[in-house]
């Protein structure tokens, strides 16, 4: 135990129950390495440490690197955490100079320093994702530019969309996810390693060479904001939550339009699963357990901001419960990207079905009104109260808006002409909406292909 100086007796078992992160910062081991590489020839190269021992610490960690990429490390709860295990074993494996490692630095900075390489990574990691995912969906768009679907609101028929609009929705939400994660990347890169416990230290130490090295832009300025602060990993849960979010939303569409009441889509078998009773069910599994791992990563973030409400400065203990969310966060957003990337790239779409529901529930009445406003000037608010009139009239009878007669619009609106059934299809409809970020086919066509170039 490197810190058994002043202790007579050993922890409990509880104690060490509660006290040990190995369990999960064993995680952080490459991002430990890496920062104790950096440290110690540092410290070399400011004549802290000699030549020699720098040489051997290195070898010695990169030994370390491969026995734990192996699967040959024995872990030891006793060593508390990653920081204090690769430490020991240096030491075991090189003697003297693995126990000058520990001069001028803490684990404070020390994990500091892990947790924003390893928050970094992720972040690289997810952001890809986020734009395979992002690229599966213009491909799909660019596909249905010109296929329509019902479009709602209250998940009532609204007006006629099209599908690939309806998918290109989501890449602007992921593109936002994609920007937050970028924000949250520019201000975690900042380097605390060298703050060492909570004060700095009294060795001239290279801040700079150890932030360069290890890929950061600059070295924190305060020690004691440097060791405690955490709100790197509160943005980066953030962004999480509201990917995740974006992501439940999308999984839920998924359900409603695979169900057989609506039947707009069809997964594929590698993305559904089967009942073991009712042997006619296709479930669309992969799509609920996205929906439901939102709680997990919404639930990390909430956790995470109450860990630091109230803590004082500098370090506490209380931050050893920071890594636990961020790594479950990391881990079911990058599932879940994989699992909706596959649904989306597999689903085959009934087009001939989304256009007959597109129709349904007088989803031109829109078309109608504006009509009126256009060709006899109606006022909206007078156009809008033909249309519901008109709309009741064809309701009563069972038909369409298109299925009513001239003589029956004409009973409630002289001014109608025979042109008005030419804006009351669905396809019009569609192309009619040509305003910027608007539904029409060429618009979608045209985004879609941005989207494909931006992302190529
Ligand atoms: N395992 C600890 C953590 O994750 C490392 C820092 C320990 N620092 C300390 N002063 N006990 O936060």
């Given at each position: 135990m490197q810190w058994g100086g002043r202790f007579a007796g050993g922890p409990s078992v509880i104690m060490q129950d509660i006290n040990a992160s190995i369990g999960f910062d064993r995680k952080l081991w490459r991002q430990d390495i890496r920062g104790s590489r950096a440290h110690a020839a540092m410290l070399a190269m400011i004549g802290v440490l000699s030549a020699g021992d720098e040489r051997a610490i290195a070898a010695g960690l990169e030994a370390i690197g491969r026995e734990i990429e192996a699967g040959r490390f024995s872990f030891d709860a006793a060593l508390e955490d990653i920081h204090m295990n690769i430490e020991a074993r240096l030491t075991e494996r090189i003697g003297e100079a693995g126990k000058r490692l520990h001069t001028a630095r803490s684990r404070n900075d020390q994990v500091a320093t892990d947790l924003r390489l390893w928050v970094r990574d992720a972040i690289d990691g997810l952001s890809g994702q986020l734009g395979d995912l992002m690229a599966a969906l213009a491909r799909r768009a660019a596909q249905h530019a010109g296929d329509p679907m019902p479009g709602f609101t209250h998940l009532q028929t609204a007006q006629p969309v099209t599908f690939g609009h309806h998918l290109l929705a989501y890449v602007e939400m992921l593109d936002r996810d994609r920007s937050r994660l970028a924000d949250c990347r520019r201000r975690l890169n900042a380097c605390p390693l060298g703050s060492a416990a909570l004060a700095g230290t009294s060795f001239p130490i290279d801040r700079d060479m150890t932030a360069a090295a290890l890929g950061f832009d600059r070295p924190t300025a305060n020690s004691l904001d440097a060791v405690s602060d955490r709100d790197f990993a509160l943005e980066f849960l953030a962004a999480a939550a509201i990917g995740a979010v974006h992501l439940s939303r999308l999984a839920e569409e998924m359900v409603i339009w695979c169900s057989a009441p609506f039947r707009f889509i069809r997964l594929s078998d590698g993305f559904t699963t089967g009942s073991s009773i009712m042997p006619q069910k296709r479930n669309p599994d992969a799509a609920e357990l996205v929906r439901a791992k939102t709680g997990r990563v919404t639930g990390g973030l909430v956790a995470l901001l109450t860990v630091m409400?109230?803590?004082?400065?500098?370090?506490?203990?209380?931050?050893?419960?920071?890594?636990e969310p961020v790594f479950d966060a990391a881990e079911a957003w990058a599932l879940s990207l994989a699992a909706i990337a596959g649904m989306v790239r597999d689903m085959t779409a009934d087009v001939v079905r989304m256009r007959a529901f597109a129709a349904d529930g007088f989803a031109t009445a829109t078309d109608l009104a504006d009509w009126l406003v256009r060709v006899p000037k109606l006022a909206f608010r007078d156009a809008h109260h033909v249309t519901g009139r008109l709309v009741a009239i064809a309701e009563a009878r069972g038909v369409d808006l298109a299925g009513l007669s001239l003589a029956e619009m004409q009973a409630v609106e002289p001014a109608i002409t025979t042109e008005v059934f030419s804006v009351l299809t669905v396809e019009a409809s569609v192309a009619s909406r040509t305003s910027f970020g608007g539904t029409a086919p060429a618009n979608v066509a045209a985004q879609a292909a941005h989207w494909l170039e931006m992302l190529a």
């Open positions: 409400k109230g803590l004082p400065l500098a370090y506490a203990k209380d931050m050893q419960e920071d890594k």
